[in-house]
């Protein structure tokens, strides 16, 4: 209809009144569906985020469900292989993950298909201190926290209550970093900028968002550590390929009476914080650098 619209102005031939007032009639209900629809789709993603970040009463609002993340994870990911056309994408996700899970995947095996989050746990181990510490159990996975100090406010009283007996032995965790590469081209020569911390005491690390990837959020770093700079080299990465990278182990002690005293999770000898990730360009080939904060998804807890 708007063509011949056009040919009729081309031609000089003058519409009845009528006709004029049908095609702004026309505009204006197309005009008015695009309001609607954009309307639509704005207060859909306005739900999706609500029902990520602010769960219905009674759900745990420690951290967002993985169920909801992966959902959400998902569609930004799909949104972002539109957008780059053919460019490196990553995304970069925090877990906390149960010792026996980790070593089960690090030995080569698969996640069960029953977990809410097994399309994370897909991809290989990267072998670093944290790692080999694992496979050695040296030093300890789970040390002797009796001989240990510590000048960390939140564990007040620890170190006593540990030689006293006051709590359980230790659930063991294990922090990662997931990074995948999402886009549709291949980053070239990808490289992941860490800093290694050695821990000259124990540290409480409530959780993996704590690691220090946000500066603000720092529970590594300080005159209790000795901190040096290194490079993960991940060689080239195409599209849906990815890493799981351990951070930390953490010791997770629950009271044996919880009326005098609360769980701690705590942090000994090494940990690494990811800094930032370079890679070459699919098309361009050009260097770029993606701060880690900047990627980095909330962490999920994976039992």
């Not at 702004?24 to 629809?37: F, P, V």
């Not at 970069?92 to 095996?109: F, K, N, P, V």
């Not at 006293?164 to 990808?190: D, F, R």
């Not at 904060?293 to 962490?299: G, L, M, N, Q, R």
Request: include cysteine; glycine fraction near 6%.
């Amino acid at each position: 209809m708007h063509d011949e619209h056009q040919n009729d102005t081309n031609g000089n031939i003058d519409k009845p009144a009528g006709i004029h007032e049908a095609s702004q009639a026309e505009a204006d209900k197309t005009n008015l569906s695009r309001i609607i629809l954009a309307v639509g789709i704005g207060l859909l993603a306005v739900g999706i985020l609500t029902s990520v970040f602010y769960p219905s009463p009674g759900t745990d609002k420690k951290l967002p469900s993985s169920q909801a993340l992966e959902s959400l994870r998902s569609s930004l990911s799909s949104y972002n292989q539109a957008r780059n056309l053919g460019e490196p994408s990553f995304e970069a996700t925090l877990i906390d993950i149960r010792l026996e899970l980790y070593q089960a995947i690090a030995s080569g095996g698969e996640a069960s298909q029953s977990l809410p989050s097994a399309s994370l746990l897909q991809y290989p181990v990267h072998k670093n201190d944290v790692a080999f510490r694992i496979e050695k159990d040296d030093p300890a996975i789970r040390p002797d926290y009796g001989k240990m100090r510590t000048t960390d406010y939140f564990l007040h009283g620890f170190i006593k209550a540990f030689k006293h007996k006051k709590y359980k032995s230790p659930n063991v965790w294990v922090v990662c970093l997931i990074l995948k590469q999402n886009g549709k081209g291949q980053a070239g020569n990808v490289a992941v900028d860490m800093e290694r911390v050695e821990l000259k005491e124990v540290r409480e690390l409530y959780d993996a968002s704590f690691m220090g990837i946000h500066p603000e959020d720092d529970a590594l770093r300080g005159p209790f550590s000795v901190t040096k700079k290194e490079q993960v080299a991940l060689g080239d990465m195409g599209s849906g390929s990815g890493v799981i990278i351990p951070l930390a182990i953490t010791n997770v002690f629950i009271p044996i009476n919880e009326m005098d005293m609360e769980s701690k999770s705590v942090v000994s000898n090494i940990a690494y914080i990811p800094v930032n990730i370079s890679f070459l360009s699919g098309k361009s080939k050009e260097r770029k650098t993606l701060p880690v904060e900047k990627i980095v998804s909330d962490p999920i807890i994976i039992n």
